[in-house]
Antibody, heavy 120, light 107 residues
Framework: EVQLVESGGGLVQPGGSLRLSCAAS????????MDWVRQAPVKGLEWVAR??????????EYAASVKGRFTISRDDSKNSLFLQMNSLETEDTAVYYC???????????WGQGTLVTVSS | DIQMTQSPSTLSASVGDRVTITCRAS??????LAWFQQIPGKAPKLLIY???SLESGVPSRFSGSGSGTEFTLTISSLQPDDFATYYC?????????FGGGTKVEIK
């Protein structure tokens, strides 16, 4: 069974940093595309970042709103995905979901999410 | 960026009703479209991928159709568990983008 468990969310001041982690189980992480998707309070879904799989050299993509501030990475040996978030803004306040995507691009499995609140 | 527009934003329906939700893309996305269901307080759940392929384990009352720029999600006979918010997502290019959502409420 595919399981994705996020951690690392919390309250941070504007301009601060936070690192989210996602523990994956039930599959081989290196075989799959992995993404972060976020949802601001009472808002819709926004794709944040992608890490392609090992056959695609782990290349990455970012949404324009986070490019240069966020970094997606993974440690396949620990079955873990990460999102390093720097220079946080109030607009980054959201539930962040770790997701596993099909290689054709659609999101297939979702974690339960972790809440990030950026506020002074 | 490819903009995804869903309509209606809210829909009131009764158990047993046939429900149709529309998703329009700002440019052609072929059949690279997925549909998700989100119950309040829960993560979204994949229903449909490649516009019309039903995800394993999803009830057959859910169906998807369309290609190019116009797509529909149909629930043939609305059940109590189906009152939720539905999102479409295009995955033809970056950034991946979602529609704004359609909330299906009890009439």
């Amino acid at each position: 069974e595919v399981q994705l468990v996020e951690s690392g969310g919390g309250l941070v001041q504007p301009g601060g940093s936070l690192r989210l982690s996602c523990a994956a189980s039930g599959f081989t992480l290196s075989d799959h595309y992995m993404d972060w998707v976020r949802q601001a309070p009472v808002k819709g879904l926004e794709w944040v970042a992608r890490s392609r799989n090992k056959p695609n050299s782990y290349t990455t993509e970012y949404a324009a709103s986070v490019k240069g501030r966020f970094t997606i990475s993974r440690d396949d040996s620990k079955n873990s995905l990460f999102l390093q978030m720097n220079s946080l803004e109030t607009e980054d306040t959201a539930v962040y979901y770790c997701v596993r995507s099909d290689s054709s691009g659609y999101v297939r499995y979702w974690g339960q999410g972790t809440l990030v609140t950026v506020s002074s | 960026d490819i903009q995804m527009t869903q309509s209606p934003s809210t829909l009131s329906a009764s158990v047993g009703d046939r429900v149709t939700i529309t998703c329009r893309a700002s440019q052609s996305i072929s059949s690279w479209l997925a549909w998700f269901q989100q119950i309040p307080g829960k993560a979204p759940k994949l229903l449909i991928y490649k516009a019309s392929s039903l995800e394993s384990g999803v009830p057959s009352r859910f169906s998807g159709s369309g290609s190019g720029t116009e797509f529909t999600l149909t629930i043939s006979s609305l059940q109590p568990d189906d009152f939720a918010t539905y999102y479409c997502q295009q995955y033809t290019g970056y950034p991946l983008t979602f529609g704004g959502g359609t909330k299906v409420e009890i009439k």
